[in-house]
């Protein structure tokens, strides 16, 4: 296991600065959160690459760059009360923990589930509320959010995760199938805006059956 991850961090932040990351708060968060925790130790040496790595269960942790710039999205819209969908290794809970007043989590897979609910804690991050739960279905009962992530690509968006958006709430969504597009869709009444950023690549949103 890693033990003196600085250097490598601070390496990985640089290179995100100059991909276009601007906002000092999630590179600073970036660059103190050991990724190396949220990923099978057999993978650690490659933990501050800029890519996205197998965490089992066929998901993945995602590549650094793109939790900076989803979490950079969220800052931007000043939200503090932050839905998850897919929680996975948990590293993206991590990163919003320490720069939002609330994150709740939804996971399909309860030994992912349980895995990054030990990660957390032994980061002291205690402002996280975590579900075993159908990510296309929300959290109905904590709803309204301020901004919600979607870390898995959703063959179309949930008509349930929009309702639980804050009247001018965020939400960032990869959306499609073969062709995946990241989209940042914002509340106004009962009215949408949905903005286009590019196309991704993520595991797909699963809707149903837990696992």
């Not at 990869?174 to 949408?192: E, H, N, S």
Request: charged share 20%; with cysteine.
């Amino acid at each position: 296991m890693i033990q003196n991850f600085q250097g490598m961090a601070r390496r990985l932040t640089e290179r995100l600065r100059a991909e276009g990351i601007t906002d000092e708060r999630v590179l600073r968060v970036m660059e103190q959160t050991p990724r190396h925790l949220f990923m099978p130790e057999s993978l650690a040496h490659k933990a501050y690459e800029n890519t996205a790595l197998p965490i089992g269960k066929g998901q993945t942790i995602s590549q650094p760059l793109m939790v900076a710039s989803m979490t950079q999205l969220l800052m931007q819209h000043h939200c503090q009360k932050v839905l998850e969908i897919g929680t996975g290794s948990g590293y993206q809970t991590a990163i919003l923990a320490q720069l939002v007043d609330q994150v709740h989590s939804v996971e399909r897979i309860a030994e992912l589930q349980y895995q990054a609910k030990r990660r957390l804690k032994k980061l002291d991050l205690h402002n996280i509320a975590m579900r075993h739960g159908d990510g296309w279905q929300g959290w109905r009962s904590k709803a309204p959010f301020d901004g919600i992530v979607v870390t898995a690509a959703a063959s179309d968006v949930p008509s349930d995760l929009m309702a639980q958006l804050n009247d001018g709430g965020v939400m960032i969504i990869p959306v499609g199938t073969t062709t995946q597009r990241l989209y940042v869709i914002r509340r106004f009444g009962d009215d949408y805006e949905q903005k286009l950023l590019g196309a991704v690549k993520f595991v797909p949103l699963i809707p149903g059956a837990l696992s």
